[in-house]
T-cell receptor, first 109, second 113 residues
Framework: KNEVEQSPQNLTAQEGEFITINCSYSVGISALHWLQQHPGGGIVSLFMLSSGKKKHGRLIATINIQEKHSSLHITASHPRDSAVYICAASPNTGNQFYFGTGTSLTVIP | KAGVTQTPRYLIKTRGQQVTLSCSPISGHRSVSWYQQTPGQGLQFLFEYFSETQRNKGNFPGRFSGRQFSNSRSEMNVSTLELGDSALYLC????????????FGSGTRLTVV
């Protein structure tokens, strides 16, 4: 069983739609990260969460510690949002990430 | 400021050879961690270095090793390459060990033929 599960695996949306990507984890964490990976491989760290909610532009990330669940929302989606979004958990012990398998998002104009 | 720099960007090696990948962290960052990304396994943690010492290691065979220099630059070495080692290798740097403000490099894509 993976320590971090993401859904959906693939997502296609029309430009302007509201998008939600979900992440569930089974380990105790000190932080939950959302990463964005564009074609070509470069990874950008979008958010680091340990509680509550964070917002950056059209991106919103939430976390529910009791339910061990986090969501990434994209409002007014745009084709440039097309990328793979990866959820990663930093466990309480050790200094490594557990990664979800990623959600491949395609936003169609 | 300059980001995390990984070299080379692309590499082709044959089975049995060894390879060394380089990662230069953001200036002032002292922790460097390495990850392997493959289509089948996704992203997996390899190891993390801080102050020239390996602090944590993932579940990879001993063929995978690394080191960190006094200027925080890190190298990763894979010996006796196998076809399954073909992957994107990413490194990330952060200011301190356990500091989760990681910045990732663009990766080195290794193809083993």
């Amino acid at each position: 069983k993976n320590e971090v599960e993401q859904s959906p695996q693939n997502l296609t949306a029309q430009e302007g739609e509201f998008i939600t990507i979900n992440c569930s984890y089974s380990v105790g964490i000190s932080a939950l990260h959302w990463l964005q990976q564009h074609p070509g491989g470069g990874i950008v760290s979008l958010f680091m969460l340990s509680s509550g909610k964070k917002k950056h532009g059209r991106l919103i990330a939430t976390i529910n510690i009791q339910e061990k669940h986090s969501s990434l929302h994209i409002t007014a989606s745009h084709p440039r949002d097309s990328a793979v979004y990866i959820c990663a958990a930093s466990p309480n012990t050790g200094n490594q990430f557990y990664f979800g398998t990623g959600t491949s998002l395609t936003v169609i104009p | 400021k300059a980001g995390v720099t990984q070299t080379p960007r692309y590499l082709i090696k044959t089975r049995g050879q060894q390879v060394t990948l380089s990662c230069s962290p953001i200036s002032g960052h002292r922790s460097v961690s390495w990850y392997q990304q493959t289509p089948g396994q996704g992203l997996q943690f390899l190891f993390e270095y801080f102050s020239e010492t390996q602090r944590n290691k993932g579940n990879f065979p001993g063929r995978f090793s690394g080191r960190q220099f006094s200027n925080s630059r890190s190298e990763m070495n894979v010996s006796t390459l196998e076809l399954g080692d073909s992957a994107l290798y990413l490194c990330a740097s952060s200011p301190q060990l356990g500091d989760y403000g990681y910045t990732f490099g663009s990766g080195t894509r290794l193809t083993v033929v």
